[in-house]
């Protein structure tokens, strides 16, 4: 069974998240991980909740491998460029 993760991102620095989108394929397949989608519009058609940016849905193919794309110590330069970009969250379904 293939778990995924969530991302909302709230871009406020463009030219980190351009640094970001030039590592980020090669973090993800790193572990096994790939984008299914990506949308900067998202509606919310039931409830509430807080402001919405560009929605990624990533794929992988365990939870263990989520984990480790997000905790690989060589990642943490790659995953500070996201950080630097604007507010995110990353919700794992799994």
């Known amino acids: 069974m293939m778990v995924y993760a969530y991302v909302n991102l709230i871009v406020t620095n463009p030219d980190s998240m ?3 989108r030039s ?6 397949t790193k572990h096994g991980g790939k984008v299914l989608g990506a949308s900067p519009n998202q509606t919310v058609i039931e409830g509430t909740r807080d402001e919405t940016g560009l929605g990624v849905i990533l794929e992988f193919a365990t939870e263990a491998a989520a984990q480790a794309w997000i905790n690989d110590p060589d990642l943490q330069e790659t995953h ?15």
């Open 18 to 20: 351009a640094a970001y």
């Open 23 to 28: 590592k980020a394929g090669a973090a993800l």
């Open 80 to 94: 500070a460029l996201r950080r630097g970009a604007g507010t995110s969250a990353i919700t794992l379904l799994a």
